[in-house]
């Protein structure tokens, strides 16, 4: 077994610390916790006893790290200018789509082999157009 130190992407939960009832709107705003357990109060749940297991984990969880270096993990829209270390996100297929400079071919269902270009290079590609 191999253990290595990389970095890793988290959403920051927000702490736990008080019922949803006693939740003021602004601590509401400020925690992705209590934004996610009032999206799963409207889910109709089957089996029901979903519902508990849904809540027990975000009562319980730590940040939710989305970077797993597994073969099922997300495939997460970030990338790193290797010029000015500058972090881009890519919202949507479309806007991938059209900042893809080469390589925007669906080579499985759900993985996509994308080169973008950098918010500078974005800018003046466009502009040459």
């Given at each position: 077994?191999?253990?290595?130190?990389?970095?890793?992407?988290?959403i920051?939960?927000?702490?736990?610390?008080?019922?949803?009832?006693?939740?003021?709107?602004?601590?509401?705003?400020?925690?992705?916790?209590?934004?996610?357990?009032?999206?799963?109060?409207?889910?109709?749940?089957?089996?029901?006893?979903?519902?508990?297991?849904?809540?027990?984990w975000?009562?319980?969880?730590?940040?939710?790290?989305?970077?797993?270096?597994?073969?099922?993990?997300?495939?997460?829209?970030?990338?790193?200018?290797?010029?000015?270390?500058?972090?881009?996100?890519?919202?949507?297929?479309?806007?991938?789509?059209?900042?893809?400079?080469?390589?925007?071919?669906?080579?499985?269902?759900?993985?996509?082999?994308?080169?973008?270009?950098?918010?500078?290079?974005?800018?003046?590609?466009?502009a040459?157009?």
């Open positions: 077994m191999i253990f290595r130190l990389v970095d890793e992407w988290f920051s939960m927000g702490a736990y610390d008080k019922p949803r009832s006693e939740v003021t709107a602004a601590e509401k705003d400020a925690s992705l916790r209590y934004q996610i357990m009032d999206v799963v109060d409207e889910i109709n749940w089957h089996p029901e006893f979903g519902y508990d297991r849904e809540m027990d975000l009562r319980n969880m730590h940040d939710w790290m989305i970077s797993k270096k597994r073969y099922w993990g997300l495939a997460l829209p970030i990338w790193e200018c290797a010029d000015c270390g500058h972090f881009d996100v890519v919202g949507s297929d479309h806007e991938s789509q059209e900042r893809a400079v080469e390589g925007y071919e669906v080579s499985r269902a759900t993985r996509r082999t994308v080169h973008t270009s950098t918010p500078s290079r974005f800018a003046a590609r466009n040459a157009r």
